[in-house]
């Protein structure tokens, strides 16, 4: 028997309509050590309603399952457990998937032709690093979705974005939009994951390059 202690463990949903594909996902996460799987979904009506009931840290998702379509899923995924860090799962690599991917908020995409250690590695990766994006595709792709595009962050996010750029504290920027602090630093975090960025000055810094904010003076105290 594991002795760790079961909340010490990464729960992981396994989203994946060929029972025996998850069987074989089970099987590699639990034989790691400090990973279980918490439930199993084959389609996506049924994968939002095994994620609500656990609420797991990680989700691995495929992209092809059957019922909605995936950024639907992931959108519902995420409204029901925001802290749930979805990986997707494809034997697709193409830019335009990943990019309408990333806007919506995964934080992971890999190919199903990678290895067990990075399958392994990516769960824990996501799970221990909330700032972090673990991608597994051909440098193509990646090269074509590293420019952050217009549409890749909400408006809200967008309006967090510009205030951080002005060197407003989370709080601040709270007070100055009429939301709890806790929202504004989910708001960051996000952020940061889908500008693939390290730090509030490195997001403002891809977000000016890439024209989604404006340029302005940095401000101060409220």
């Known amino acids: 028997m594991n002795s760790r202690a079961t909340s010490a463990e990464i729960s992981v949903v396994l989203v994946d ?24 979904a084959g389609d996506s009506a049924t994968a939002v309603r095994v994620v609500a009931d656990t609420r797991p840290d990680v989700v691995l998702l495929d992209v092809e399952i059957p019922g909605d379509e995936v950024t639907e899923t992931v959108g519902r995924i995420r409204e029901l457990s925001p802290h749930s860090g979805i990986i997707i799962l494809s034997m697709y690599d193409g830019p335009h998937l ?17 290895h067990r250690h990075e399958l392994i590695s ?30 890749v962050l909400s408006e809200k996010e967008l309006e967090v974005l510009q205030l951080a750029a002005q060197a407003l504290s989370n709080n601040q920027i709270a007070r100055r939009l009429g ?44």
Do not use: C
């Open 17 to 40: 309509d060929h029972a025996l594909f998850r069987e074989g996902l089970r099987e590699i996460l639990e034989s790691a050590g400090g990973i279980s799987v918490a439930g199993e």
């Open 98 to 114: 990943l990019t309408r991917l990333l806007s919506a908020g995964i934080r992971g995409y890999l190919l199903k032709s990678v």
């Open 122 to 151: 990516a769960v824990r990766s996501v799970h221990e690093e909330p700032s972090r994006l673990v991608l597994a595709v051909s440098r193509s792709s990646l090269a074509r979705v590293e420019a952050p595009s217009a549409g």
């Open 179 to 222: 939301l709890a602090e806790a929202t504004v630093k989910r708001h960051m975090r996000n952020i940061f994951v889908k500008l693939n960025a390290a730090s509030r000055i490195d997001a403002v810094n891809k977000a000016l390059a890439a024209s989604l904010i404006p340029p302005q003076s940095r401000g101060g105290e409220d």
